[in-house]
């Protein structure tokens, strides 16, 4: 721990991740009430702000990691920042004029800018952090993740009842200006490659897509991402009617639950980044998973407050814990000049099927039960064992991979 405050880079993109927090959740709160307010509680108009959060990955998740890989990680990060903050500029100007819908450009800019900072910020850790530092380093970012969804959502509430809409967006502002200046701190890094002349993104999918499908454990974990995914996606717009079908609670009290999820996480970060180290990924990966499964299951059949909360908190700190594995797995294993790539490739594919999953949950429940959909949901989760006990740690992978594109006749060694 010592060791990584000392390191300057992960100390300021800590302080910039702080600050990017906070703003996530000034304005999921404020554009969430606002739109609620002056649309008299639609919830036509509410889903839309999650499509509109969503959609950029499948838009813009790729295009981000490729030029992610293309330019200087520090300057990407701070031009994110600075963009995003005057993007929220040019919305209030339109406010001013009473055309309210423009907020919801806030978090469509947001989630754009978002999907060409993170990758920059990945590659800034794999350059600048020891390899046996990066999962540690990894979970303090996850715990200080989990940490605002305990208090995100009260400071974002407290800001907009207390000062409104417009003050909410000079505090966007204000944060994502501080978070430039933060990072502006950071030593000097150059681009991660000379471009190819002629070189397109077209080229550099392929390139990346290749990188992926060669490398041995990449596509493993693509697999184990859609299949959470899914399974996740099943039930997150469901949590609500454990409550109130095998509780017996009324829906206020999801709060709670919510924050007691958020506890779980913390916790559970705090721990994969204390044994990080130490950690056998495959193994952690599939006891993870494998409790992760049998939890949800349990949690459906359960008729016990004490039990469901139980279980809820458990399930928390294994998703922390998986979700800090296959991230600390990514950094160690993907050659930092195809960190961007790799990451516009797979992460849309969680997104897409938590989608998925989120679209037929609520017919399938209609069709069947809560119960069904949650053990359906633990089957999905429990499948995605077999990809991740192909898990390998192997220190050529990159560089057969990378060999391997440059001489296709190697395809026959490595497959």
């Not at 000392?6 to 996530?24: E, P």
């Not at 004029?97 to 919801?104: D, L, Q, R």
């Not at 992760?292 to 809820?312: C, G, K, Q, W």
């Amino acid at each position: 721990m010592k060791a990584l405050l000392n390191n300057r880079v992960f100390v300021l993109i800590l302080g910039s991740d702080l600050l990017q927090q906070m703003g996530i959740w000034i304005r999921n709160m404020a554009m969430l009430f606002f739109v609620m307010d002056m649309t008299g509680n639609d919830p036509v108009a509410v889903s839309l702000l999650t499509v509109i959060e969503y959609a950029p990955i499948f838009l813009f998740s790729f295009l981000g990691g490729a030029l992610a890989d293309r330019w200087n990680p520090k300057k990407a990060m701070i031009t994110g920042d600075i963009l995003s903050a005057l993007s929220v500029v040019a919305i209030m100007a339109v406010l001013a004029t009473g055309w309210w819908p423009a907020v919801f450009a806030v978090t469509f800019v947001s989630s754009v800018v978002s999907q060409f900072s993170q990758p920059a910020s990945a590659k800034a850790f794999k350059r600048n952090v020891p390899d046996e530092l990066i999962g540690t380093a990894i979970g303090i970012t996850q715990t200080l993740q989990s940490l605002f969804i305990i208090i995100g959502p009260a400071i974002g509430t407290l800001i907009y009842v207390k000062v409104g809409i417009e003050f909410s967006l000079y505090t966007l502002i204000a944060l994502f200006l501080l978070s430039a200046l933060l990072l502006s701190l950071l030593p000097r890094m150059e681009s991660s490659r000379e471009r190819e002349e002629g070189a397109t993104l077209a080229r550099e999918f392929r390139e990346g897509y290749s990188y992926v499908r060669r490398h041995g454990s990449l596509m493993p974990v693509m697999g184990c991402f859609a299949l959470v995914g899914l399974g996740t996606g099943l039930i997150q717009p469901l949590e609500v009617f454990l409550l109130t079908e095998r509780l017996g609670l009324g829906k206020e009290h999801l709060q709670w639950f919510t924050a007691l999820y958020g506890v779980g996480m913390l916790l559970g970060g705090a721990l994969a980044a204390s044994i990080a180290p130490k950690l056998n990924v495959r193994r952690m990966l599939m006891i993870g998973l494998l409790f992760e499964s049998a939890a949800i299951v349990i949690e459906a059949i359960s008729t016990s407050i004490l039990l469901t909360a139980s279980l809820r908190f458990v399930t928390a700190v294994l998703m922390a814990v998986v979700q800090i594995t296959l991230s600390m797995f990514m950094v160690r294993e993907v050659e930092e000049a195809y960190i961007g790539r790799v990451n516009g490739l797979i992460a849309p594919v969680l997104i897409a099927m938590v989608l998925v999953g989120s679209s037929v949950s609520g017919l399938l429940m209609q069709a069947t039960s809560l119960i069904f959909v949650y053990t359906l949901a633990g089957i999905f989760i429990a499948l995605s064992l077999f990809p991740a006990s192909r898990l390998r740690s192997h220190a050529n992978a990159n560089a057969a991979a990378v060999a391997a594109m440059e001489d296709p006749g190697k395809q026959s060694a490595l497959d």
